[in-house]
């Protein structure tokens, strides 16, 4: 819906600057297509505020003012509307995305002042992550049906998903030219197109193995067109984001796991799992493809939670 209106915006300046910042992040800055997708559903929002709102059509005329007007607004829905998809945290992202845009409109010199220089971004609470503990994962391994059709694809999935820590973009964007057989090691594209390599265990490029020799042939031979993507699914397309979530959320029910879990719960989990046995951070965070340490570091704390809970249940005086 988002990328349609792009292609239908008002002949304004307003907008096509907007329209040229997107382009921007796509193609030099090089934003994975969903990051691109959220600043254009943000930053739609705040410019047509901006253009209907006070008849603002060119981005020299924002002032500060204007903008935090338009917080204001977006703040008094989030406080009316509690079931709004409006919270703390989307408007930290919403705001972080007006503060980029008036950035990209300084560095081109398109305008001289950056009124959105003054703007903060409200503190988000930092939460810890879901993650599965090491007998919530056997006991997801342990409930695979491997009598269901597509159940040697859908086991590769898992076990790369936990063995490696991989995105979910990231796995349904690899290809079978990724896979270095030899070294037990995957390219893997992340966010900003960054390339990086990361280890496999060999369970999982067992299952890998068995899925491409055993049914990947059936479902490739569906879409001759499949660009060498590893998972298909049945009309031999690349798989959607969607298909792994309800995978893993039908996988999880057989296991009888309580928690709502996600594709990214397992990367949480094969983070924490490392910390835990002893791993170095700089080093998952070369795994995970984290630009900063500072991401990274919220697995630290996870283990000084889990040291603590074990102190307190296992010493005589915890």
């Not at 009316?80 to 008036?102: A, E, P, V």
């Not at 903060?120 to 006991?139: G, N, R």
Request: with cysteine; proline share 3%.
């Amino acid at each position: 819906m988002v990328i349609k209106r792009l292609n239908h915006l008002p002949e304004f300046e307003i907008y096509k600057i907007l329209k040229k910042y997107l382009i921007h992040l796509q193609f030099e800055r090089r934003l994975s297509k969903n990051t691109v997708i959220s600043y254009s559903y943000d930053l739609l929002k705040y410019i047509d505020f901006i253009f209907f709102k006070f008849s603002i059509n060119s981005t020299s005329k924002i002032e500060l003012k204007h903008i935090k007007k338009f917080i204001m607004c977006i703040n008094e829905i989030a406080e009316k509307n509690k079931s709004s998809s409006l919270n703390i945290k989307s408007i930290s992202r919403i705001i972080s995305s007006i503060k980029g845009f008036h950035q990209y409109l300084i560095n081109e010199d398109i305008v001289k002042i950056n009124p959105a220089e003054k703007i903060s971004s409200p503190k988000v609470p930092k939460t810890k992550p879901e993650y599965l503990t090491v007998l919530e994962i056997k006991a997801l391994f342990n409930s695979f049906d491997k009598s269901k059709k597509y159940a040697l694809r859908d086991i590769a999935i898992i076990k790369l998903l936990y063995g490696s820590g991989l995105r979910v973009s990231e796995l349904i964007e690899m290809r079978l030219t990724d896979i270095r057989w030899d070294e037990n090691f995957i390219i893997v594209t992340g966010k900003g197109s960054k390339e990086r390599f990361v280890p496999i265990n060999d369970s999982a490029l067992k299952s890998i193995k068995e899925y491409i020799k055993n049914l990947r042939p059936i479902l490739a031979s569906k879409n001759l067109s499949n660009k060498g993507y590893i998972f298909l699914n049945y009309k031999g397309y690349r798989l959607t984001r969607m298909t792994i979530w309800n995978i893993i959320k039908d996988l999880s029910i057989k296991a009888n796991i309580a928690k709502k879990i996600s594709p990214h719960t397992l990367r949480h989990s094969f983070a924490t799992h490392l910390i835990e046995g002893g791993a170095d951070l700089r080093v998952l965070q070369e795994m995970l493809g984290h630009t900063d340490i500072i991401t990274t570091q919220i697995y630290s704390h996870l283990d000084k939670t889990t040291l603590k809970e074990e102190h307190k249940a296992n010493h005589p005086r915890g």
